[in-house]
């Protein structure tokens, strides 16, 4: 495979070699002046903040609760894993169309 491969102008066809940039820079085209493309750099970074964030807020979503009732001063809240495991007690389906499967075979 070609370390540099070629990449087209998007408005001029021009066609420009791929080549390596420092993280925040832009290639632009040599004909028309428009952007390439963008090395935005440190995609792990990125992506670690990305998955750090989304399991802070996936705890926050367990934690706290998902609905709340009250009826004759009784109150009571349901989280979401409580809401699973009250569903794996009853017995209900875990798939949203009941007795169907994922891999097609339906009785309905």
Not at 54 to 73: H, K, M, R, T
Not at 78 to 98: H, I, N
Request: hydrophobic share 45%; proline share 9%.
């Amino acid at each position: 495979m070609d370390p540099n491969p070629l990449i087209a102008c998007r408005d001029c066809d021009r066609i420009h070699r791929h080549v390596a940039m420092p993280a925040g820079s832009v290639a632009w085209c040599t004909r028309c002046g428009a952007p390439l493309y963008h090395f935005k750099g440190a995609p792990l970074d990125r992506n670690l903040a990305l998955c750090l964030g989304g399991l802070i807020l996936f705890a926050v979503a367990n934690v706290f609760p998902l609905l709340s009732f009250e009826l004759q001063g009784q109150v009571r809240q349901v989280t979401l894993l409580s809401a699973v495991t009250a569903m794996a007690d009853a017995g209900g389906p875990w798939w949203p169309w009941g007795s169907c499967s994922p891999a097609g075979s339906c009785p309905c």
